[in-house]
C-alpha cells in the first residue's frame, strides 16, 4: 500500500532540439519509432542522473527479464517497481505550429557477424569489384535497414515521475537522506530523451513531496498521456488514442491530448487551449502534482 508521505514528484519541462528514438519494443533494427516517449523512457530519464548522484550504476551487468521485456540493470528495476505513474505531455507554445511526425532514413548495419551456412560461403568466395559482389554479397554484409526517428525541432515537451520514495529507498538501499538531496537535484540533470542524440534543454524543473489523490468518479483535466482503463474522456475531441509500452514493457492503450493524434503524427494543442476532461474509472486513483492542477497521472490499483 502507498503511504500518502511517501509520494514524490518529479517534474521536467524542456524543448527537443530535432527530436528524439525510442524504438518499438520487441522489434530489430528496421523500424519506426514511438511517437511519444513511453513511460519507461520517463523513467530512465529522471531515473539517469539520479543514479548517479546516489553513486549507483544506472547500467550494471546481466539481462534480467521484467513484465513483458528485457531489463540490462537492478537499478532501472528498483525505479520501474517504485514507479507509482510516469507520462509526458507535448505543448504547442506561442508561435509554434509544428508537432511530432515519425520518420525513417536510411542506414546500414554490419550484417557480416549474422550470416551462417550458404550465405557466408556466398561472400567468401565473391570477387570483390564484380557485379556479383556489388548485386548481392554487398546486401548480406551490410544490408540497408529502415531506421526510425520522431522529428520534433523545438517542440515543448513535460515529463512527469511519480513515486513510492519508501518503497524506492529500500529497493536502492540508500538513506532517505541522501534520496532526498539527490532527488531534488537529480531533475536539473535530465538531458535527453531515449537515444544519446535525443537532447532537451530544460525550462523549467521541479521534486515535490506532496499531491492530491483522486478516486474512482472524480473529474480532472491534462496534457498528459493517461491509461486507458482507467479513465472516460468527457472531451473526446481533444482525446485520441494511441499505443504504448507500460510500466511492465506490456503494450497498452492511452489518451493524450492533441488537435490530432495518430502513431504517426501528433499535433498537440496550443498552450492557450483547456486539455480534455475526464473521469477516473473504478479500482483507479489520480494523483494530482503541486505544479498545476492540469499535471495528473492516473494508475490502475491492482
Known sequence: MIEPQD??????????????TVRYKGVSAAQP????PPPTTVVGAFGYPLARLLGLDPYDKGVEKYGKGFLISPTMKAFLESTITASAALVRTKGSSGGISIYLEPGRIIGLVYRTGGQLSDIKKAKIHTSEFYGKVLGLMQPVQAVGSAYAPGLVLDLLWIVDAGKLVKELGVSRESFEKAASKAVYGVVRIGSKEGLISLHTAGYYNSVKILSAGEKFKTRFYVDARCVEPLDREYAFEIELPG?????????IAAQS??????????????PPWYRVLTNCKGFVAPISEEVVGVVLIE
Open 261 to 274: 493524434a495518430s502513431q504517426n503524427l501528433i499535433i498537440p494543442l496550443p498552450e492557450i487551449s483547456s
Open 33 to 36: 519509432s514511438y511517437p511519444i
Open 247 to 255: 510500466i511492465r514493457y506490456d503494450t497498452g492503450r492511452f489518451y
Open 7 to 20: 509520494i514524490r514528484v518529479f517534474y521536467v519541462r524542456a524543448s527537443f532540439s530535432w527530436g528524439f
